[in-house]
C-alpha cells in the first residue's frame, strides 16, 4: 500500500498533547523551555548560523579572563579548563562516541539556551507541553509557578542590563555560564512569533493543578538547596509529571470517545492538601511499584503485570488518538465552509472534537467527509497491494467513518505505538536516575520507585501549609505511603484498582516485603531513622528545613 500522506497519517491533537513522540531527554526539554520563560511561551529563534563546540566555550572564558572579567586562571591550564567546559559546562549528544556533538549548556540557568545547536537539541514539543500545562492550570497557580521559575533560573542577571550581577548567590558552573552571556561572542535571540502559541484548555485541569502545585513546593526549597540539585530535581520532576499526564492520557481518551466526549475529570472542591489532591478525578493514574528494584521476586512480578496492563493499553489509545484528530480536522472544514461557527478561542477542544462525531445537526456533511477521505486512501493504493487488514476491514461493510479510522490504525497503529513507548520510556527515565519504570536485559517492563525520584517527592511531601507559605514537617512512614498513592498513584503497600482484582494471601506478603523495602530505602538516601520502637516515633525527617 502507497505511503500515507501527512492528510491521513497526522495523529496528534495539541489538547490532548504537544509532544512528538519519540525518545526526548530532559536536558533539551529544559533548555526549551527556559526560552519559553523568556518570551512568555514562545520559542525562541537564535540569530547565529553556525555550530558551537566545546573550543568555542574555552575561547569565550579565555578572552573574559583577558579582559579582566570573570575567573583567573583559565589561561595557565587549557586543557583542564577544556576538559572542565566538556564535562561539568556542557550538554552532549552521543557522548564519549566519535559521533559525539554539543546540544549545548547545562540548563542551569536561564540564559542558556541561547548557546543550544538546535539540531542536536531538539525538544519534541515537550517543553511546550510543560508551559501550557502550567499555563493553563487553575486559580493562578500555574501562573505563580511560572513566575517562580523565571526568577529562579534567570537570578543573577542585571534586570536592566542583561548583564550577569556580581552580587548573585550562585555555584560555580553557573557563575561560568553567566560569564560567557556576558562574552563578545553571545548570541542574540528573539522570540519566534512565526510560531504564535494556540492555549488549548488542559485535558486534565487536575492534573495541570498538580503539577503547578509540585512546582510552588519544591520552589520554596530554593535557598536551602543547592542550585545544581534544585535543578535535577526540576528535571525529575517534569518528567515525571509528563509520564503521569500520558499514562492518563492512555485510560482516559478510549473512555472518553466510547462515553461521547463526557470528560469528568474535575477539581477537588475546596482546599487540597497532599493527602486529598487529586481524588475527584476519574482518570487518575494507579501503578503498583517494586521499590526493592529486583527482579524475579514477587513484588517484582507485580509490578510487571501492572506496567502491562498499561502498555497493552496503547492500541486503544492510538485509536481514538486517531478519531480525535480527525474529527478536529472535520471542524475546521465546516469552519471553513461556514456551516459551523468557530469554536472558543479558536481552536477545537477535545471534547468539541469529540461531540462533532455524534451531533445529528452536521451527520450529512460527516458522512460526506469521511466518504471522500475513505476514497481517498482506497483510491491512492493498488488494490492488488492492499494489506490483508486492509482488505479484512473494507469486507466488513462498515460506515465510512468507522471504516476510515479503522484503516488509518491499521496501517499506522504499530508506528504510532513504538514512538509512543520510546517516549513514554524516556519520560519515566527508564534504567537511570529517577526513573519509575526499569528494564533489565532479558526482562520485561515494570514499575519501580528509584531513590533520587523518592527524594524529589520527599522534599515536596514534607511541606505543609503553614500561613500563606509552606514550613517543613517530619511525616510517619504510612502518611507517605498514603500521599504517594493519593496523590501521585504510586502504590507500595496495596494493590492499584488497573489490572488487579482482590489481593491473594502471597500477594499481601509481596505486598508486606514491599513496604519494608521502601523503609530501608528512605534509610539508605537518609530521611529515616528508628529513633525507638515507639510506631509514632518512627518517622521521616526533612533533610532540607524550610
Known amino acids: 500500500m502507497a505511503r500515507l500522506t501527512k492528510l491521513h497519517s497526522d495523529f496528534r ?9 519519540r ?31 566545546v573550543d568555542d566555550f574555552v575561547a569565550a572564558l579565555l578572552e573574559l579572563e583577558q579582559k579582566g572579567d570573570g575567573f583567573r586562571g583559565f589561561a595557565e591550564a587549557p586543557d583542564v579548563t577544556r576538559r572542565w567546559v566538556e564535562t561539568h559546562l556542557v550538554d552532549m549528544v552521543n557522548r564519549g562516541r566519535p559521533t559525539q556533538a554539543i546540544a549545548g549548556l547545562r540548563p542551569l540557568h536561564g540564559s542558556t539556551y541561547k548557546y543550544r545547536n538546535t539540531k542536536h537539541s531538539r525538544p519534541a514539543g515537550a517543553d511546550e507541553q510543560l508551559y501550557e500545562m502550567l499555563f493553563g492550570a487553575p486559580d493562578r497557580r500555574g501562573n505563580q509557578a511560572l513566575a517562580d521559575l523565571r526568577k529562579f533560573f534567570f537570578s543573577g542577571l542585571d534586570a536592566a542590563t542583561g548583564r550577569s550581577d556580581p552580587g548573585g548567590h550562585i555555584d560555580v558552573e553557573t557563575q561560568a555560564l553567566l560569564h560567557l552571556c556576558d562574552s563578545s561572542g553571545a548570541p542574540d535571540d528573539r522570540a519566534d512569533t512565526g510560531r504564535p502559541r ?32 534544585l535543578v535535577e530535581y526540576l528535571k525529575i520532576l517534569f518528567a515525571f509529571h509528563l509520564a503521569l499526564h500520558h499514562l492518563r492520557l492512555i485510560t482516559a481518551l478510549p473512555q472518553m470517545a466510547a462515553s461521547n466526549g463526557r470528560h469528568r475529570c474535575r477539581l477537588p472542591s ?25 527482579p524475579r521476586t514477587p513484588a517484582a512480578a507485580l509490578a510487571e503485570r501492572s506496567a502491562a496492563t498499561w502498555w497493552q493499553r496503547i492500541p486503544a489509545y492510538v485509536r481514538a488518538g486517531y478519531e480525535v484528530k480527525k474529527l478536529e480536522e472535520f471542524g475546521e472544514h465546516l469552519v471553513k465552509r461556514r456551516k459551523l461557527p468557530s469554536p472558543q478561542g479558536g481552536v477545537f477542544s477535545v471534547e468539541d472534537a469529540i461531540t462533532l462525531g455524534r451531533r445529528t445537526d452536521v451527520r450529512a456533511e460527516r458522512d460526506a467527509f469521511f466518504e471522500q477521505r475513505l476514497a481517498n486512501v482506497i483510491d491512492s493504493a493498488d488494490p492488488d497491494e492492499l494489506p490483508d487488514e486492509v482488505n479484512q476491514i473494507l469486507e466488513l461493510d462498515l460506515d465510512s467513518r468507522t471504516a476510515y479510522l479503522d484503516i488509518l490504525t491499521a496501517v499506522k497503529g504499530e508506528f504510532h505505538r513504538k514512538y509512543l513507548i520510546d517516549c513514554l520510556d524516556s519520560l519515566l527515565l527508564k534504567n537511570r536516575p529517577g526513573a519509575l519504570v526499569a528494564q533489565p536485559r532479558g526482562h520485561a517492563r515494570r514499575f519501580v520507585l528509584d531513590s533520587r525520584l523518592i527524594e524529589v517527592l520527599l522534599q515536596i511531601a514534607l511541606l505543609r501549609p503553614h500561613g500563606d507559605r509552606f514550613a517543613t514537617q517530619p511525616l510517619r512512614v504510612d502518611e507517605i505511603l498514603t500521599i504517594l498513592r493519593v496523590r501521585y498513584g504510586l502504590h507500595v503497600d496495596r494493590l492499584p484498582d ?27 538516601i537518609g530521611f529515616y531513622s528508628d529513633l525507638s520502637d515507639a510506631y509514632l516515633t518512627q518517622t521521616i525527617r526533612p533533610r532540607y528545613t524550610v
Open 498 to 524: 488497573e489490572g488487579f482484582a482482590a489481593p491473594s494471601i502471597d500477594d499481601h506478603a509481596a505486598l508486606r516485603a514491599n513496604s519494608r523495602a521502601f523503609t530501608d530505602r528512605l534509610r539508605e
Open 13 to 21: 491533537h495539541p489538547g490532548l498533547s504537544h509532544v512528538q513522540f
Open 198 to 229: 494556540r492555549s488549548y484548555p488542559p485535558f486534565c485541569p487536575s492534573n495541570a493543578a498538580l503539577l503547578a502545585d509540585d512546582v510552588l513546593r519544591l520552589m520554596h526549597h530554593q535557598r536551602a538547596i543547592p542550585r545544581s540539585v
Open 270 to 294: 475546596g482546599p487540597t492538601t497532599p493527602e486529598t489532591s487529586g481524588t475527584d478525578c476519574a482518570y487518575r493514574v494507579g501503578i503498583l511499584v517494586d521499590v526493592a528494584d529486583r
Open 23 to 53: 525518545t526526548l531527554e530532559m536536558d533539551r526539554v529544559l533548555t526549551a523551555f527556559l526560552a519559553r520563560l523568556r518570551w512568555q511561551g514562545l520559542p525562541s529563534r537564535l540569530a547565529r548560523h553556525s555550530d558551537l563546540g
